[in-house]
């Protein structure tokens, strides 16, 4: 039998993500062996009138692939995937690994060639500026058992934070849009962090579902040379484990200098991919209501009531504050009591404690108030 939330999820993704219209060109990229999503969205989308593209791949094939891959071959692979991408008006990833560890086999320097050599150009450069897009998750067994759930509490939590009502989120957080795009000085405190940086001028966006799939958060993008300061990163690696693994960053004028972390010299690779791999492209604020914990899931965990993340490596379009990179990691701080608590300024209006909106305005977006 039809799970009617797995129509109600297509429709929602065609008709309010990426607002398909007729004769537009669809590319469904989908990861992994559930493709009862993709089955919907593609009769949505044919009915809406479009044309669509379906690619399938099998993560575990693909990083066999990659592991003993040539430059050569990563670039022609690129070259065909970038025509096809510039004949798309629209882009859903639909992503159900089955194995979140599959291409734990890659070599390091496979990876970074990767995403210099195919990532970038295919998607950083050609699908996230000139196509409307939008990526999503699978509720499948793999999802659930990394979350610490069974799979129909899974499905259940998945849809509640997926079919929420995205146009009361929006009209929510305008108010923190708003004290966003007019501040100058945003300052982050907390445990092991004190972290400043300037937005002065540079846009403001809520992410309401159209490029993510839960969407909320609220983002911009710090001024390049303007961050300064250190910021620990401490979300567990899985809910499972739920001692935090931190990540102490320091920035001086922009830049990564010094990486705290057990896994230091395998971020310090990653930054290392190119000089905009040290700088920030993103900072964003996590609204999500229905997300008050950790999955082990970043599209979700970064949406997660009282978190934020300041993202190393590329910056998007819309909040684009001149940094460029064939990274873009978002990396998650948690401010809420049980993990250590923390603030969040803008000037000197104090904006969030502890998880939770301070001024009258923002009270709206915090979860007891939906």
């Known amino acids: 039998m039809k799970d009617p939330r797995v129509t109600q999820m297509a429709k929602n993704l065609i008709h309010n993500s990426i607002k398909l219209q007729p004769g537009e060109n669809l590319l469904i990229e989908v990861t992994g062996t559930d493709f009862s999503l993709t089955k919907e969205l593609i009769a949505e989308a044919y009915a809406t009138g479009a044309q669509v593209f379906v690619t399938s791949k099998n993560p575990e094939i693909e990083a066999l692939v990659l592991a003993q891959a040539s430059e050569e071959q990563i670039r022609i692979a690129a070259q065909y995937e970038l025509e096809r991408m510039e004949k798309m008006q629209a882009y859903i990833a639909v992503r159900g690994n089955d194995n979140t560890h599959s291409g734990d086999g890659v070599p390091p320097e496979k990876g970074t060639m990767y995403r ?33 759930m069974s799979t129909d509490a899974m499905e259940d939590f998945y849809y509640d934070c997926c079919s929420l009502d995205y146009a009361k989120m929006r009209e929510k957080a305008e108010p923190l849009q708003k004290l966003l795009a007019q501040a100058d000085i945003v300052r ?15 846009p403001a966006n809520i992410e309401a579902g159209e490029s993510n799939m839960p969407g909320g958060e609220v983002c911009s993008a710090p001024l390049k040379y303007s961050v300064n300061g250190q910021i620990t990163y401490n979300l567990p690696t899985s809910p499972s484990d739920p001692t935090p693994v931190p990540i102490r960053l320091t920035f001086k004028d922009g830049k990564i200098i010094d990486v705290h972390a057990k896994n230091a010299a395998e971020l310090n690779r990653i930054f290392d991919t190119d000089e905009g791999g040290r700088y920030v492209g993103e900072f964003a604020i996590g609204i999500n209501p229905k997300i008050t914990k950790i999955i ?18 590329n910056c998007y379009e819309i909040c684009d504050n001149g940094n460029y990179s064939a990274i873009h990691m978002d ?33 709206g977006l915090n979860p007891g108030n939906w």
């Open 116 to 148: 210099k050599l195919f990532y970038s150009p295919v998607h950083l450069d050609e699908r996230v500026k000139h196509t409307k897009w939008v990526i999503c998750r699978v509720p499948n067994h793999s999802m659930a058992q990394n979350s610490c």
């Open 188 to 202: 982050i405190t907390g445990k092991d962090t004190d972290l400043s940086f300037s937005v002065k001028g540079m």
């Open 331 to 363: 990396m998650i701080y948690i401010q809420t009591p049980e993990f250590g608590g923390g603030d969040i300024w803008f000037d000197d209006i104090l904006i969030r404690r502890d998880g939770l909106f301070v001024p009258e305005a923002l009270q």
């Open 296 to 313: 082990g899931d970043t599209l979700f965990d970064e949406k997660m009531c009282g978190s934020l993340h300041v993202t190393p490596g």
